[in-house]
């Protein structure tokens, strides 16, 4: 079974501080997805990361994947309320020929507040 | 483009009632469709993958008599809560797929209450 754990839980923090949040697993992954959730929405994607190292960024926020493809890392800049939500990391991993499904992270609850 | 839908966002229904959940993938042919549970404050957890015309590969520990999938069509999957009790209260989410090595797209997820 993979498990990917998100750290930290939760994080509530000032508008315009950086934050960073963590995504690792014991399991390599062909691909790793960050999403970003609303409450009672379903997730929306922000990145696919595919290569072992890759780094992908939008406006202010900066993807890492680890370079053995076990891990990952988003990392905001000058935090806004706007980007108050739940984050989630997705593992996406082949169990059959081509065929794949994703793992879900433990999830990271942000608020940012003025 | 790559839109997913829903059907309905929220549903409350007494012990005992089958419900029945729709994810219709408008505007492309979804090939495989994901079934999701989530709990308050957690995270997504794969409940069972559809593929079009075959029988859903439940995860483990989901009860496949419970859950009942079909997944009849190329744009349409249903999932059938039988029997619903309180415990299977939750908000559950589908996702559908073009074809592998294709990113996922999400529906909004349907809130479930068993009184």
């Known amino acids: 079974t993979q498990l990917l754990e998100q750290s930290p839980q939760f994080l509530s923090i000032q508008e315009g501080e950086n934050l960073t949040v963590y995504c690792n697993s014991s399991s390599v992954f062909s691909s790793l997805q960050w999403y970003r959730q609303e409450p009672g929405e379903g997730p929306v994607l922000l990145v696919t990361v595919v290569t072992g190292g890759e780094v992908k960024k939008l406006k202010r926020l900066t993807f890492q994947f680890g370079d053995a493809r076990k891990d990952s890392s988003l990392h905001i800049t000058a935090a806004q309320p706007g980007d108050t939500g739940l984050y989630l990391c997705?593992?996406?991993?082949?169990?059959?020929?081509?065929?794949?499904?994703?793992?879900f992270g433990t999830g990271t609850r942000l608020q940012v507040t003025l | 483009g790559a839109v997913v839908s829903q059907h309905p966002s929220r549903v409350i229904c007494k012990s005992g009632t089958s419900v029945k959940i729709e994810c219709r993938s408008l505007?492309?042919?979804?090939?495989?469709m994901f079934w999701y549970r989530q709990f308050p404050k957690k995270s997504l957890m794969l409940m069972a993958t559809?593929?079009?015309?075959?029988?859903?590969?439940?995860e483990q520990g989901v009860e496949k008599d419970k859950f009942l999938i079909n997944h009849a069509s190329l744009t349409l999957s249903t999932l059938t809560v039988t029997s619903a009790q309180p415990e299977d209260s939750s908000f559950y989410i589908c996702?559908?797929?073009?074809?592998?090595?294709?990113?996922?797209?999400f529906g909004d997820g349907t809130r479930l209450s068993i009184l």
């Open positions: 996702s559908a797929r073009k074809e592998n090595n294709q990113p996922q797209h």
């Open positions: 505007d492309f042919q979804a090939t495989t």
């Open positions: 997705a593992g996406e991993f082949v169990y059959r020929g081509t065929a794949s499904k994703l793992t």
């Open positions: 559809s593929n079009e015309g075959s029988k859903a590969t439940y």
